[in-house]
């Protein structure tokens, strides 16, 4: 396999202290070497990202701070983007007030108007902290979080108790668990991980020193896992792990041998034990055959002609489930914040996001019932039950049958939930038979939009959310890059049968169907925004628009380019395509955290109307995208929303004159922590690759 980028732990797998590991160095320069540039993650939360800089380099590795990540570095993004005007009370060491102190966060000593308790590492922690930590977590609505789940950490001398031993004595105490825990293995540090790579996860190695976070981080995002036996986990966790390493080594600087492919005989590479204890002798034909019939049963992968992969698929299974259920925790905290009393979904993205189940609406009653405070429960014909359990966590499933009134069985559970004379917010798109149907059921009920407390939810993306758009990105490109190189072949085309064409190449290149239907608008069709593709043939000089989509993992793509094909463009083409793809260079500068969704939007539109062009963009500068292609938050004036990380949207604008043509470039781009990401990577030039 080929590897493209790799995921370090530090402290016990690439120093101890300021002291190199043995072999560490070496490893670490073998891949850089074959062109990886690691990232360093460590699950100290005292240290900012330039301490490790120091750190590392005084071991003799140098790194740039964008290239480290600490705990305390998602615990600050954390509370940024989660609780910005909460107040913070803290159970930890100074380092960890320091980064907080430094931000605009609200920290507080007084356990009585604290909104969430932070535990870490504390070296002084004591008697006093733990009664007034209890004292904070009796009142339930006070969030827990802890900034890492590592008991015990290596030190340069010896093994020393961590964050985990602080936060487990004030979970006993106070009788409940953390809300959240941040550091490795969770899904938050895996999002601030995703904003720093420019690879797919699933390109890379983590290696690290201990199976519950460096190894369980990598199962949780499908990666290949490599355990260093150089710090905290012994031959014994190693035995009992799940998931278990998919190699192990005894030095960092072995993993240079898995920069090689995989032998043609199947045997892994020399040095590396497979996660079954065997030698590479051991892997014949026998037993790559026996993994793929455990692999099968089991519901995982392996390598063609290697080792079996599988723990890391089943593991992920369940990484799934769970995630769905934080998303469903997420959303009963927007409900316990808003006026409203209950959540009800039809068919639709928000129910498959909470829950794992996917359907088009029908005219059958189907609905997600959630409370604030009570498991979520389902309303389902009978006819969908197996697939339903198959899907989702959700255990509370209330079936009806065909040979039943739906709506008086949809009363008894609106009886049970409590909803007559309560507010309810149904999704924005349920049908108005369905939100007749509640009324009837819950006589009193007043009716609102479950994008109040959805949206604030859904609107920044994880991990694997961000994984996936990256995939469908790449699909994207790759089919516009395919495009390009045809040239004037196209000339003579139609516009549906270039649509066709991209339809095939999003799916040669991975795509799953299409995001939408393909926009190829052709000299003046080029000027009607959502004009889709007819039988026009494409003439040479024809500006030709170019917007299309694929889904990976069920998450879209959206990408425009402006080409011309052959000939001569129109007079002012060339004049109006600089000015749109400067207008794009501004709106995609404009983003960072903390600033406005329309400060985005007038960004780009200044360079346009600055130009005279203003009245001939006439749409907003561009749109949200997740499970839906056209979601929060929209770029638009008078959106007010602040960019967090993890968003994702488009930055599109354009110009349209009317009978004659359109130019409108579009990239996707991710909030980072410092700016963004952009998804798309391909020339936003009009030449042909050719010209």
Known sequence: ????????????????????????????????????????????????????VDRLSAAGIDVAADRVVTAGTVTTQYLQQHHADAAIQLVADSGVRDQLERTDLRLTADEDATDVLVASIDREFDYDDLCRALWTLDKPEVTFIGTDPDIVIPAAKRDM???????????????????????????????VIETRLDVPLESCLVIGDRVDTDIALGARAGMETVLVRSG???????????????????????????????????????????????????????NRADAAVWVSTHGGSHIAGGGPRVLVSRTWTGGVRQKRRDRVKRVQEQLQT?????????????????????????????????????????????????????????????CWSDDTNPVDRLADVATEFGLADSQVLVDDRMWATFTQDIRTAAPGVTLGLASEVLAPVRRQKDGDELAAMRRAATAADETIKHVREMGSSVLGMTEAELAAVIERLLAEHGGTGVAFEPIVGSGPNGAK????????????????????????????????????????????????????????????????????????????????????????????????????VHEEPFITEGNETQLKPGMVFSVEPAVYLPDAFGVRIEDLVVVTADGCERLNHTDRGWKMLSE
């Not at 002291?19 to 100290?44: M, Q, W």
């Open 529 to 628: 925004p959502h004009h889709r593709h007819e039988q026009r043939k494409i003439e040479p000089g024809d500006p030709v628009v170019l917007d299309f989509g694929t889904r990976v993992d069920g998450y879209p793509s959206d990408q425009t380019r402006t080409l011309v094909f052959g000939g001569d463009p129109p007079e002012q083409f060339q004049e109006v395509h600089r000015l749109v793809q400067a207008a794009l260079e501004a709106g995609v500068a404009a983003v960072e955290p903390g600033v406005s969704a329309q400060t985005v939007d007038r960004a780009a539109r200044d360079v346009i109307e600055s130009a005279g062009y203003g009245e001939a963009f006439v749409h907003r500068t561009g749109h949200g995208v997740g499970l839906d």
């Open 161 to 191: 108790p961590g964050s985990g031993a602080i936060i487990r004595s004030i979970a006993a105490v106070a009788e409940r668990q953390p809300d959240v825990m941040l550091g490795k293995p969770s899904a938050e540090t895996l999002s």
């Open 232 to 286: 905290v986990s012994d031959a014994d966790d190693i035995a009992t792990a799940d998931p278990r390493p998919d190699h192990v080594v005894d030095t960092l600087e072995q993993v240079g041998s898995l920069l090689e492919r995989w032998l043609p005989d199947g045997r892994p590479p020399e040095a590396i034990s497979s996660f079954k204890g065997e030698a590479p002798s051991q892997w014949d034909a026998k």
């Open 1 to 52: 396999m080929d590897y493209r980028g790799a995921i370090i732990d530090v402290d016990g797998t690439v120093v101890r202290g300021k002291t190199p590991i043995s072999g560490a160095v070496a490893g670490i320069e073998r891949l850089r070497a074959a062109g990886i540039d690691p990232l360093f993650v460590t699950n100290n939360p005292t240290k900012p990202a330039a301490a490790y």
């Open 338 to 398: 808003s006026t409203a009393d209950a959540l009800v979904l039809s068919p639709g993205t928000n129910m498959g996001y909470l829950t794992g189940f996917f359907e088009e609406p029908g005219e059958r009653h189907l609905f997600l019932i959630l409370s604030a405070d009570a498991d979520p429960v389902f309303f389902i014909p009978d006819l969908y039950e197996t697939q339903v359990r198959e899907a989702t966590f959700v255990d509370d499933i209330n």
